[in-house]
């Protein structure tokens, strides 16, 4: 198969969220000596972003978005370590610090949005649920963070988006990190009022804001 065509499949794989052709694809790249960043950058990533353009278009839904998110990680878990042992590196956009904040159990919307920050290139560390205001925080500073991400799914726990912006400024740590605020019942409005760099209200929208925050 030509290179263009393989690259074609591959995006193709991912957009279809076809798990077992990605997987074979991500196999045959590396057992080819194919240059891997070319087959990221030209090949699966094309097929992410299609994605997005279909869910925005009301093509797709949910269960598209997550199967081809899982499609990404999939052939990254095949590409990553091919890279490192030929010391290549893939490029982050930014590395992301990601939970759902203390007293809140919810994560389905929260792992959706690190699946697809993920899938875009960032490396992102999820904290799961339930995390103390504290603990991203020292996450943050220990991973050389660039962005930390909020989620509350519940109004009696928004409140602890706020004490955490209060928590930054507090250590004069609030021009260090970029921070997205977003659940259920968290608004644009609420993000302004409490100096939330962002807000987004699903993962397309949050992989949009992150890329435009990081100048990618």
């Given at each position: 198969m030509e290179k263009k065509n393989l690259l074609e499949a591959?995006?193709?794989?991912?957009?279809?969220?076809?798990?077992?052709?990605?997987?074979?694809?991500?196999?045959?790249?590396?057992?080819?000596k194919m240059d891997l960043n070319e087959v990221i950058d030209m090949g699966f990533v094309p097929g992410i972003q299609k994605t997005g353009d279909l869910w925005e278009k009301g093509e797709y839904f949910l269960p598209e978005l997550i199967s081809s998110a899982e499609c990404m990680k999939a052939a990254m878990r095949i590409l990553q370590p091919a890279l490192t042992r030929l010391q290549l590196k893939t490029q982050s956009k930014g590395k992301i610090i990601i939970g759902t904040i203390e007293g809140d159990i919810h994560d389905i919307g929260k792992n959706l949005v690190a699946s697809m920050l993920s899938a875009n290139g960032f490396d992102?560390?999820?904290?799961?649920?339930?995390?103390?205001?504290?603990?991203?925080?020292?996450?943050?500073?220990?991973?050389?963070?660039?962005?930390?991400?909020?989620?509350?799914?519940?109004?009696?726990?928004?409140?602890?988006?706020?004490?955490?912006?209060?928590?930054?400024?507090?250590?004069?740590?609030?021009?260090?990190?970029?921070?997205?605020?977003?659940?259920?019942?968290?608004?644009?409005?609420?993000?302004?009022?409490?100096?939330?760099d962002g807000y987004a209200e699903n993962a397309l929208t949050a992989v949009k804001l992150v890329l435009v925050l990081a100048g990618k």
């Open positions: 591959m995006s193709r794989s991912i957009t279809d969220g076809e798990i077992t052709e990605t997987k074979r694809l991500a196999t045959l790249a590396v057992e080819s992102v560390i999820d904290m799961g649920a339930d995390v103390k205001l504290e603990t991203f925080i020292q996450k943050a500073e220990q991973e050389k963070a660039d962005f930390i991400c909020l989620s509350s799914l519940l109004t009696t726990t928004m409140l602890g988006q706020k004490r955490f912006m209060a928590r930054l400024k507090e250590k004069n740590l609030s021009s260090k990190y970029k921070v997205l605020v977003g659940g259920a019942p968290v608004t644009q409005k609420w993000a302004d009022e409490i100096g939330a």
